[in-house]
């Protein structure tokens, strides 16, 4: 393909489908089409604080059209006004456009994405109160920290759709430190684990049900640096079936805790596809619900 859109997005690349590419170079130049045949009519927008973003929207001659999560350096960013955070426009004129508590997302990570729509949206002229009512409805597409269910005060989240690491890592921002039980690993696709584990050490994930392949690398690891940092080992156990992670996870929760199935992993092997692993966990939750006092 040798053409690129009018407006470009560029997030972060984070390596994935190592077992296709031979490593994040050749990974990092299929993804460079989106600018490469861009002209300097045209518009990229990307957060100059991400290394990945910054470097690919370097291949782009088009307009930069920058957002950060900080108050100034870019045509959109994030400052404070009257206690509240707000996505502020600085670009061409000074605008109030959104507080980010409107934004019904769950995890800090999704203000890159809020942020980049936002930006597009001024590029067309979108008044700020059609930004607004348009953020504040919106709806996540499925598999992607999607609420399931609350039982007995325990929180169940599906989070299929993170299927590397860093997608994983997010999700565990999302929720409170020592308050998460995590269903992970998955199909081995040859990438970096070691964040992940640091992650889970770091915010005191209380139980691991752990999917082959990459639950035996994440389990190796996750004893070998909570030795070396001296920290707790969370609660491991290697499972063969989504039942049987839910079960043991709803037998290790509290009331305050969540269940988070966030795999940081491909699904091949034990499920069709990310969709079929999603759907599996959430069948098995709506298994533990009691008739009578279910909350949904």
Not at 78 to 87: A, F, P, S, T
Not at 145 to 155: P, Q, R, Y
Not at 190 to 210: G, M, S, W
Request: glycine letters at 4%; one cysteine or more; proline letters at 7%.
């Amino acid at each position: 393909m040798h053409k690129s859109p009018h407006i470009a997005i560029v997030q972060e690349i984070f390596p994935e489908h190592l077992d296709y590419y031979k490593d994040f170079e050749s990974y990092f130049a299929a993804k460079t089409a989106i600018v490469r045949y861009q002209t300097p009519e045209d518009i990229c927008i990307y957060d100059p604080d991400l290394a990945g973003a910054s470097r690919m929207a370097a291949l782009s001659p088009a307009k930069k059209w920058r957002h950060r999560l900080a108050p100034n350096g870019a045509e959109l960013c994030l400052r404070q006004i009257n206690g509240q955070e707000w996505i502020f426009e600085t670009q061409p004129r000074e605008m109030a456009l959104l507080p980010t508590q409107e934004i019904p997302l769950l995890g800090r990570h999704n203000l890159y994405n809020v942020m980049a729509a936002v930006a597009c949206a001024r590029l067309f002229n979108i008044p700020p109160e059609g930004i607004r009512e348009t953020v504040a409805h919106f709806k996540s597409l499925p598999h992607r920290l999607e609420f399931v269910a609350k039982i007995h005060g325990v929180t169940y989240i599906e989070d299929s759709i993170a299927t590397n690491p860093p997608a994983a890592i997010k999700a565990l921002e999302a929720f409170p430190k020592g308050k998460i039980l995590l269903l992970a690993g998955g199909y081995d696709r040859h990438l970096d684990f070691l964040p992940l584990v640091e992650k889970i050490l770091e915010r005191q994930v209380k139980a691991l049900l752990l999917f082959p392949s990459t639950g035996e690398t994440i389990a190796k690891l996750l004893r070998e640096q909570a030795a070396k940092q001296q920290k707790a080992l969370p609660f491991l156990q290697m499972v063969s079936s989504m039942s049987e992670a839910v079960e043991i996870a709803k037998s290790h929760a509290v009331t305050g805790d969540v269940v988070l199935l966030s795999p940081g992993s491909a699904s091949f092997g034990l499920f069709k596809d990310y969709r079929d692993r999603g759907e599996q966990f959430r069948h098995a939750v709506q298994q533990l619900i009691p008739k009578e006092t279910s909350e949904l």
